[in-house]
């Protein structure tokens, strides 16, 4: 392919004339906008609703100016650490989400062909394009034949051919052109780039796009609940208000309702109250940070699934992974290395007792019939062979890794390099559906003729005689064809890929192979095992999910990999090639799905059916892919596991790019999965236990002849500890061994668990029974005196202060689900920070307080007290705990 790009200084004079390729970055929601979009949520009216009632009853001397303080500052803080929170971690998961999702193409650069990123592209460059590339800009097809779906400019799924060509027509019907964003299907060529960025027409549209994001079942759930919760609270509200009423008018004045409507202040007062405590209800009751926990808990994580090679593209497949329990996997790179070598060739000799003669390397091979295989494989090929490369790993770019371990065996990029190309006529480049590929040349001798390589069962099939070691042409018997099949089956079964090599006279269709072919002959090539593939699919078994291994090969090569891995393991496991499932009905695919292990000689077509027949019977289903024909499947999956090495399209399909392409990472990302889900359910436990005890407490008061034992103010500060303050505290919590050893999460599974319930119910009671006898109990008055004498402002605040490290200590106890609470505590340092500035705020509080937070400052005894009562709640969990699992 002689074709030269621009020179540096040519670039630099394109960038300065047309500008670069980038696009002007969409308008994001800024720090201000989220702010004033977290103002309109209902609590925050609620609280501004407040806001005013209490700034008019303070003019008019019901109420304490500092009431109204109270309330405004909980409104900011409650919008700005929430905001602050979010914008950051959505800032932190775009920001690195745009760093590890760049697009590389391959652009000719003076006399050799670069690795250029999409945003350095600039007019006049020459791009070379392959089926899977995203074109990057609007130009036009100057070498090649290409194949191009604008579904995302026209709508319209078909594919639509491009040719080379000059022309003045800009539009999408023109059989030259081709536009950013469309998506090479088939074929090769190469492209010049004449608009770039915002001047493309796909620039002009991407100003008006908006990327809609799926939501996840998690957040779905998260809603709901929030959404039950809200309304439990707010109808709790409501009827805590009328029963202080009921309790003033009717308990307080025996119903004596002309003496009390008489004392219109004291009216005044108790309506206030009544408010101020249905506010309270409804701060306390409505759970505002649990839909923003799941991207506060990814963004946590971003970065250590990152170093995982785990790059999430929509928050769906990370929340729904925690569910998966059937995964469909690629062999090649996820399972093997992806480092194809071709370690031998075999040719015919019917000489030979096996009929073969075998080669570990091209010098072993006979001159003549080197010449051809060297022919054979360096004409057809989707690769190119960069000469002048400065860098090794550019010298042979494109195409397939098949297809860089055959040139490499033929040495292509040095031997090749030496002698001048023969002139191509037509090729049909190699897919998962055709299984070869076919290159039409003219020889420099004179004459014409076609080059094929591909599936070894398919290109023998057609052969009718071969090439001898001298390069003679043979005729092939039936009875030899019939030993070279089997020959191959046993290379295949020691785990070999077998590709081969013919020539015929004819041309070949996209269709179907052509009859008598002339065999070259076959070449070995081995993918070796990862280290880590056998106990990474372990680790994915014991976690319940049932792996299923997809690959091209043939079945030999499948069943004898599949056994290298521990996928086959016994006779009940069940191993299909394409062409037997395609005459199994979906029942019987069903059937054997619980079994199925290996599908070889898979198609695309296969992996959409497998999607859909695991749906059918209720399984969560994991798809990897890495071609144009994937992005189906990968769509339709519930998780799309697009693989780092594979194309822009699938990886666009996907929801999780698996950025090494090894299974070990799909184990990482399952296993984060698991854990941010078990993060959620944590902070879930430990918010509805504040809920059912606070809410206890506020009800109870007034009966007990406290009517606000804690002030508005009081339990603002603790709606703050238990919504945007613990969901930090239990974002950061580890990745632990045993969550792998779990079952998969049934995809309609309940947020909350019969566990959760206990802790809730058990410990929110508890903590509500112990403010109680806190509140009523003459020994504990006792313990608060001063000069003698009972002090209220010290009891009342010791109050405060113990509910608060109530709740505090029993973060330790919803954190683990063992007994020993600091287990792997040190890996989630941002629990202890939180927790600690927790407690030290609160002691702040209690000194500085003041008559805002009705608090005054205690004695180290007092402290005591209020430590050890407070901590009580450790001791009692455990207790539960224990009791829990002799039930169970």
């Known amino acids: 392919m002689n074709i030269k790009g621009l020179t540096e200084q040519e670039v630099e004079a394109s960038r300065q004339k047309h500008g670069t390729n980038q696009l002007t970055v969409q308008e994001v929601e800024t720090f201000w906008d989220k702010l004033m979009d977290n103002l309109k949520d209902p609590m925050?009216?609620?609280?501004?609703?407040?806001?005013?009632?209490?700034?008019?009853?303070?003019?008019?001397?019901?109420?304490?100016?500092?009431?109204?303080?109270?309330?405004?500052?909980?409104?900011?803080?409650?919008?700005?650490?929430?905001?602050?929170?979010?914008?950051?971690?959505?800032?932190?998961?775009?920001?690195?989400?745009?760093?590890?999702?760049?697009?590389?193409?391959?652009?000719?650069?003076g006399d050799a062909l670069k690795v250029i990123g999409i945003d350095d592209i600039v007019v006049e460059d020459k791009v070379f394009l392959q089926p899977g590339d995203k074109i990057p800009a609007d130009g036009r097809l100057i070498d090649g034949k290409i194949k191009v779906n604008q579904a995302m400019l026209t709508g319209e799924p078909e594919a639509v051919t491009k040719t080379p060509g000059e022309t003045e027509e800009r539009n999408l019907e023109n059989p030259h052109l081709i536009y950013r964003g469309t998506i090479v299907e088939d074929g090769e060529g190469v492209m010049e780039v004449q608009e770039v960025g915002d001047k493309t027409r796909f620039g002009e549209l991407a100003k008006d796009l908006k990327s809609e994001e799926r939501p996840g079942p998690m957040r779905v759930k998260l809603s709901k609940l929030a959404d039950d919760i809200a309304k439990f609270g707010y109808i709790g509200a409501t009827f805590i208000a009328f029963a202080f009423m009921f309790k003033v008018i009717y308990m307080d004045h025996a119903g004596e309702l002309g003496i009390y409507f008489s004392q219109w202040g004291l009216v005044i007062k108790d309506v206030v109250t009544a408010l101020i405590l249905a506010v309270i209800i409804i701060v306390v009751a409505v759970p505002e940070g649990l839909p923003m926990m799941i991207a506060i808990v990814l963004a946590q994580n971003m970065r250590k699934l990152l170093k995982s090679n785990v790059l999430v593209r929509q928050l769906l497949g990370i929340e729904t992974s925690g569910s998966l329990n059937i995964l469909f996997s690629d062999k090649t790179g996820t399972i093997t290395q992806g480092k194809l070598e071709a370690v031998g060739f075999l040719?015919?000799?019917?000489?030979?007792?096996?009929?073969?003669?075998?080669?570990?390397?091209?010098?072993?091979?006979?001159?003549?019939?080197?010449?051809?295989?060297?022919?054979?494989?360096?004409?057809?090929?989707?690769?190119?062979?960069?000469?002048?490369?400065?860098?090794?790993?550019?010298?042979i770019l494109g195409g397939n890794s098949t297809e860089r371990a055959l040139l490499r065996f033929?040495?292509?990029?040095?031997?090749?390099?030496?002698?001048?190309?023969?002139?191509?006529?037509?090729?049909?480049?190699?897919?998962s559906t055709r299984k070869f590929s076919a290159a039409r040349i003219k020889m420099k001798e004179g004459g014409e003729i076609t080059l094929l390589k591909g599936a070894a069962e398919k290109v023998l099939a057609q052969c009718t005689t071969y090439y001898d070691a001298d390069g003679n042409i043979q005729p092939l018997a039936e009875e030899t064809k019939t030993l070279l099949s089997d020959q191959m089956d046993k290379k295949a079964d020691d785990g070999f890929r077998i590709i081969a090599a013919a020539t015929t006279e004819q041309e070949a269709s996209e269709e179907d192979l052509p009859e008598a072919l002339t065999l070259v002959g076959f070449s070995l090539i081995r993918d070796e095992l990862r280290e880590d593939s056998e106990?990474?699919?372990?680790?994915?078994?014991?976690?319940?999910?049932?792996?299923?291994?997809?690959t091209g090969d043939r079945h030999g090569t499948a069943k004898a990999i599949a056994k290298d891995v521990g996928l086959i393991s016994s006779d009940e496991d069940v191993a299909v090639e394409s062409s037997e499932m395609a005459k199994l009905s979906d029942d019987e695919v069903k059937q054997i799905l619980p079994n199925l292990k290996v599908v070889s000689r898979?198609?695309?077509?296969?992996?959409?059916?497998?999607?859909?027949?695991a749906q059918d019977i209720g399984l969560v289903v994991g798809m990897t892919g890495d071609g144009v024909n994937d992005s189906p499947a990968l769509s339709?999956?519930?998780?799309?596991?697009?693989?780092?090495?594979?194309?822009?399209?699938?990886?666009?399909?996907?929801?999780?790019?698996i950025l090494d392409d090894d299974i070990r990472s799909i184990a990482h990302a399952v296993h984060y999965g698991?854990?941010?889900?078990?993060?959620?359910?944590?902070?879930?436990?430990?918010?509805?236990?504040?809920?059912?005890?606070?809410?206890?407490?506020?009800?109870?008061?007034?009966?007990?002849?406290?009517?606000?034992?804690?002030?508005?103010?009081?339990?603002?500060w603790v709606n703050l500890i238990m919504d945007t303050l613990a969901a930090l505290a239990f974002s950061g919590e580890p990745p632990l061994p045993k969550h792998m050893e779990e079952k998969p999460k049934?995809?309609?599974?309940?947020?909350?668990?019969?566990?959760?319930?206990?802790?809730?119910?058990?410990?929110?009671?508890?903590?509500?029974?112990?403010?109680v006898f806190f509140l009523k109990s003459d020994l504990i008055r006792g313990l608060f005196q001063r000069g003698g004498a009972f002090s209220e402002p010290v009891f009342l605040t010791s109050f405060f202060a113990m509910f608060v490290f109530l709740n505090n200590f029993n973060k330790f106890n919803v954190r683990v689900e063992e007994m020993n609470l600091f287990d792997h505590i040190f890996e989630n340092k941002g629990f202890l920070q939180v927790v600690g500035m927790i407690f030290i705020i609160q002691i702040l509080i209690t000194y500085l307080g003041g008559d805002m937070f009705r608090t005054v400052g205690l004695s180290l005894a007092e402290w005591f007290y209020v430590i050890l009562l407070s901590i009580i709640i450790v001791p009692f969990d455990l207790a539960r705990k224990a009791i829990m699992k002799r039930e169970t």
């Open 44 to 109: 925050i009216i609620i609280l501004i609703v407040a806001l005013v009632v209490v700034v008019i009853l303070a003019i008019f001397g019901f109420t304490e100016w500092y009431e109204g303080v109270g309330i405004a500052a909980a409104v900011a803080l409650a919008t700005l650490v929430s905001t602050g929170s979010e914008f950051k971690n959505e800032q932190t998961f775009q920001k690195l989400q745009e760093e590890a999702s760049k697009i590389f193409l391959n652009v000719f650069r």
């Open 347 to 395: 040719s015919v000799n019917e000489g030979n007792e096996d009929h073969v003669n075998a080669y570990k390397t091209f010098d072993d091979m006979p001159p003549e019939l080197a010449r051809l295989l060297d022919m054979s494989f360096r004409e057809n090929t989707s690769c190119v062979v960069n000469c002048k490369a400065e860098k090794e790993i550019e010298r």
């Open 410 to 431: 033929i040495k292509a990029d040095t031997q090749g390099c030496m002698e001048e190309p023969q002139e191509l006529i037509s090729e049909i480049l190699f897919n």
């Open 535 to 550: 106990p990474a699919i372990g680790t994915l078994k014991g976690a319940g999910i049932h792996v299923v291994m997809l």
């Open 602 to 613: 898979c198609l695309p077509q296969d992996k959409t059916r497998l999607v859909k027949l």
């Open 636 to 657: 339709n999956a519930d998780i799309g596991f697009g693989l780092g090495s594979g194309t822009e399209v699938a990886k666009e399909a996907s929801d999780i790019v």
């Open 674 to 716: 698991r854990t941010i889900y078990r993060s959620v359910q944590k902070f879930i436990t430990f918010q509805l236990t504040v809920n059912v005890s606070a809410i206890l407490i506020a009800f109870l008061g007034p009966f007990l002849g406290f009517e606000l034992p804690l002030t508005m103010i009081q339990l603002l």
């Open 746 to 771: 049934d995809r309609e599974e309940k947020l909350i668990t019969k566990e959760m319930w206990s802790s809730i119910l058990c410990n929110g009671i508890f903590i509500a029974l112990l403010s």
